[in-house]
């Protein structure tokens, strides 16, 4: 990767949550993030006990999740390995729904305080 677009690219404000690869994101930057990649559509899985139901969703609809959702992780450091690689967990409504925002590194992050 191109160090000056890395150093360039938008970053997400984020604060530890507590456990490792776990970060809580700032909403407004992690829009900013996901927006600055142009992508078309995200794909999402929702845990259901034995099912799992999964599509892909239009940015726009992803944007009006993180919204909505009372709260915002992402997951860096392996811990994506267990929402099936997905690194952005949202709880809305108390349901865990997983996104697929790609592999997100340190070099993403924005740490806060």
């Known amino acids: 990767m191109d ?10 404000r984020v604060t530890p949550e507590g456990r490792q690869g776990v970060w809580i994101a700032d909403k407004e930057s992690l829009k900013s993030f996901i927006r600055s990649k142009g992508w078309m559509a995200i794909h999402n899985f929702t845990p259901t006990g034995s099912v799992m139901i999964g599509a892909d969703h239009d940015v726009e609809s992803v944007l009006a999740d993180i919204d909505r959702a009372e709260r915002v992780a992402v997951l860096t450091d392996g811990a994506e390995r267990n ?7 949202l709880i809305i409504q108390n349901r865990l729904e997983c996104y697929d925002i790609g592999s ?7 740490p806060q305080p």
């Open 3 to 12: 160090p000056v677009a890395t150093s360039a690219a938008a970053k997400i």
């Open 83 to 89: 929402n099936m690689g997905h690194s952005l967990a």
């Open 104 to 110: 997100i590194t340190r070099d993403d992050l924005s």
